[in-house]
Every structure is written in C-alpha cells, then in structure tokens.
C-alpha cells in the first residue's frame, strides 16, 4: 500500500507542476489590444507590460535605420512614437496610411518599443460597390 501512495503522491505532484507552468506560460504570452488613447490614460502602469496597441502609420513617418524601423502611430489625435527592431521582417502591406498592430512594450521614455508588427493595407479590405439594379436585369435579358 505505500508503494500506492508514494507513486500517487508522485503523479498529483507532476500534473500540479504542468498546470503551474501552464498558467505561467498562459499569463506571460496574453497580451491586450489597446488603443494609442487607452495607452496614455494606463500612465506609468503601461511601462514595461506586455502590449499590444494599434493604430494607423502616419504618413512620411517610417525611418529605416539598418535593422531597425521607427514610425508613428495615430488614431484620432493621439500618437506613438514606435520602434521595431525585431527579427522578422515587416510585412509588404506595411506602408504609410496603414493600420497596424505593434506587439510590445511602452519604455520609461515614452517610446513603445514593438518585437512584432502586423498590418493590413485598407483598400484591400473595403467592400466591393454594390451593382445596380438595372445593369443586372439587362445581363439576364
């Protein structure tokens, strides 16, 4: 019988350390979508959290320097001064006047400094104009 309660005592005690990790690996990779607005109002509690803020690139705004790319989010009247210098590339449909998505963390200096970015060229998503009437009861005739 104390082989039966060592070897379940055993068992409880690896399944508790995989859930442990679990939720610390849960809770470490969440990261909350934001707005530039909702960014400034966090104040101090913003630095050094993981984030996840969107916005559209501002025109005439992205720098390439080497490895690194700095541009400007807004949205509304608000704006972020973003760097990225991560490892994968950006993506084609980056470009000014895109929206964008900047995964990262806000530095004690007000720059928010993104390890990935994600965007998405407006004009491809934009509903295709509606046809009219007329034109498709001429087809069918």
Request: charged share 25%; with cysteine; net charge positive.
């Amino acid at each position: 019988m104390k082989t039966y309660g060592k070897f379940s005592l055993l068992v409880v005690a690896i399944i508790g350390l995989l859930v442990w990790l679990a939720m610390g690996g849960i809770s470490e990779s969440k990261t909350y979508y934001k707005t530039i607005s909702e960014l400034m109002q966090m104040g101090d509690q913003a630095h050094g959290k993981r984030l996840r803020v969107g916005g559209d690139v501002e025109d005439g705004s992205i720098v390439r320097n080497g490895k690194e790319v700095s541009f400007v989010l807004h949205q509304d009247k608000q704006k972020l001064r973003v760097v990225y210098s991560g490892i994968e590339p950006l993506p084609d449909t980056f470009k000014n006047g895109a929206q964008a998505l900047a995964d990262g963390k806000l530095g004690p200096n007000g720059i928010f400094e993104a390890s990935k970015i994600q965007a998405k060229c407006a004009s491809k998503y934009e509903a295709k104009p509606t046809q009219n009437k007329e034109a498709l009861q001429n087809r069918k005739a």
